[in-house]
């Protein structure tokens, strides 16, 4: 099997990064790495700490030659981004978030599919993880592609924006939507009726996180959060701050702010172009503090 391996790789840990809710498509396996997809590629991932300071450590990735680790892991992985001058600035500039990031300390925002981000997120609406990643893997296998199998299982592409524009909600029974069904047929319709190139386009640096927030939520079932989850997670627009429930509690919980405006302005003067990943520190914060109340 082909294996990478990049040795001192820091800021980086994968449950901080697959257990954060900003990708579904990737389980924890028995030895602490993790096995996925991301569009048609399969791959293992494995990080091992060094020990000392430092906190860089080994990463392995098998399944994945050298050249598919040039040309998209690396940036799939945001290995690029300097995450330590990042939480460095963030520290600084908001004394109370030095604990979140203490907690997520090596989380990275993964670069994903825009198309599929956008079908995520509107499935993980009044959803929970576990049950979000079966309603995507079930779209999968009955609508994507065979991709291949690795370690005995099968994986399967999320299906092309034409293969579900030509179906009715009921065609999606079997994945158990409830009345997202809809909401995936009808975007699905728009993507192809606009062309895929204009959902593409919003990554781009030209265009601002607001012209694209006012174009997300133009689709079927996409409001406020998960329009900015979907930039924030594909779109690299950074400044985005996703509010939801959780990240009610923790804005009230550390700084005591309650509506969402409060909370957006506060983003915005607090963390600046880092907003989104201040709010991933924030949310990896609550959630793991808050499982021992559930």
Not at 19 to 24: I, N, T
Not at 207 to 235: D, H, Q, R
């Amino acid at each position: 099997m082909n294996r990478v391996i990049r040795e001192n790789v820091r800021d980086f840990d994968l449950d901080h990064i697959f257990d954060c809710g900003q990708a579904f498509r990737w389980s924890r396996q028995p030895d602490g790495s993790y096995t996925g997809i991301a569009g048609n590629r399969i791959a293992n991932i494995q990080f091992e700490p060094c020990q000392g300071p430092g906190g860089q450590g080994r990463l392995t990735l098998s399944n994945v030659t050298e050249e598919d680790f040039d040309t998209f892991w690396n940036d799939y992985l945001d290995l690029d981004r300097d995450y330590g001058r990042i939480k460095k600035e963030l520290a600084e500039r908001d004394p109370i978030i030095k604990k979140a990031i203490d907690c997520g300390r090596g989380i990275r925002l993964l670069q994903q599919d825009k198309w599929e981000t956008l079908l995520s997120f509107i499935i993980s609406q009044n959803n929970h993880i576990p049950r979000i990643k079966k309603c995507i893997e079930a779209l999968c296998r009955q609508f994507g592609q065979k991709a291949g199998q690795l370690d005995g299982l099968s994986y399967y592409t999320f299906p092309d924006p034409e293969a579900l524009a030509v179906l009715e909600p009921e065609d999606l029974a079997e994945c158990r939507l409830g009345y997202r069904a809809k909401y995936l047929i009808g975007t699905a319709r728009k993507v192809v009726a606009d062309g895929a190139d204009m959902l593409e386009s919003m990554g781009s640096p030209d265009v601002t996180a607001a012209e694209a927030f006012e174009y997300i939520t133009g689709f079927p079932g996409v409001g406020p959060k998960v329009a900015n989850c979907i930039l924030l997670f594909s779109m690299g627009k950074y400044d985005c701050f996703p509010v939801d429930v959780w990240m009610k509690k923790v804005m009230k919980q550390l700084y005591g702010l309650e509506t969402a405006k409060e909370i957006d302005a506060f983003a915005s003067r607090a963390f600046g172009q880092y907003g989104g990943i201040a709010q991933q520190y924030l949310f990896y914060y609550i959630r793991e503090t808050g499982r021992g109340e559930r």
